[in-house]
T-cell receptor, first 115, second 113 residues
């Protein structure tokens, strides 16, 4: 089962616009990670935010974390056609408090950036 | 340095057969995890190996098994294949400490017919 849900499920924007994706999770976390996946290929780690951080930046990516609301958002600024992909949030630690190295993924947001 | 290598990339098997997938982690990474991705269930954790020992297992039937070798390479095996086992199987390697991101391979696309 999924740890959380992502919103929206699909997002279509024009090149140059910003894209915002949201993720909600259910259990307490040590960190939250965002991954990108192109067309059913492997996942690429984008950014990790720790539970004591509220905001983190990496290039055109900005991630926020609100542990009181158990939610996170990923903002991609000045989007490009090459950003077209599925984006997933993931948290370590299974629902049944298994290994800290077990990732539980959200359902993903499919982002399409139109040229 | 080389990334996570999964072989084969694509596989077509018949119901009832068994299959073995391979994963070579990044050099120095001792933890290897396996995930199944399907359109219906999304990304689901299968199991994790560290130092040749299975440390955690997801909610999958016993037909799914795996192992890790002394060089950290890992294999997963699915016996008595069912149509529902058709999926993208992803391997991820990581350092011992979980507070870092994971590096995923490109996956093995398994189709059961």
């Amino acid at each position: 089962s999924q740890q959380g849900e992502e919103d929206p499920q699909a997002l279509s924007i024009q090149e140059g616009e910003n894209a915002t994706m949201n993720c909600s999770y259910k259990t307490s976390i040590n960190n939250l990670q965002w991954y990108r996946q192109n067309s059913g290929r492997g996942l690429v780690h984008l950014i990790l935010i720790r539970s004591n951080e509220r905001e983190k930046h990496s290039g055109r990516l900005r991630v926020t974390l609100d542990t009181s609301k158990k939610s996170s958002s990923l903002l991609i600024t000045a989007s490009r056609a090459a950003d077209t992909a599925s984006y997933f949030c993931a948290t370590p630690g299974g629902i049944s408090s298994g290994s800290a190295r077990q990732l539980t993924f959200g359902s993903g947001t499919q982002l399409t950036v139109l040229p | 340095k080389a990334g996570v290598t999964q072989t084969p990339r694509y596989l077509i098997k018949t119901r009832g057969q068994q299959v073995t997938l391979s994963c070579s982690p990044i050099s120095g990474h001792r933890s290897v995890s396996w995930y199944q991705q399907t359109p219906g269930q999304g990304l689901q954790f299968l199991f994790e190996y560290f130092s040749e020992t299975q440390r955690n297992k997801g909610n999958f039937p016993g037909r799914f098994s795996g192992r890790q070798f002394s060089n950290s390479r890992s294999e997963m095996n699915v016996s008595t294949l069912e149509l529902g086992d058709s999926a993208l199987y992803l391997c991820a390697s990581s350092l011992v400490i979980s507070d870092y991101g994971y590096t995923f391979g490109s996956g093995t696309r398994l189709t059961v017919v």
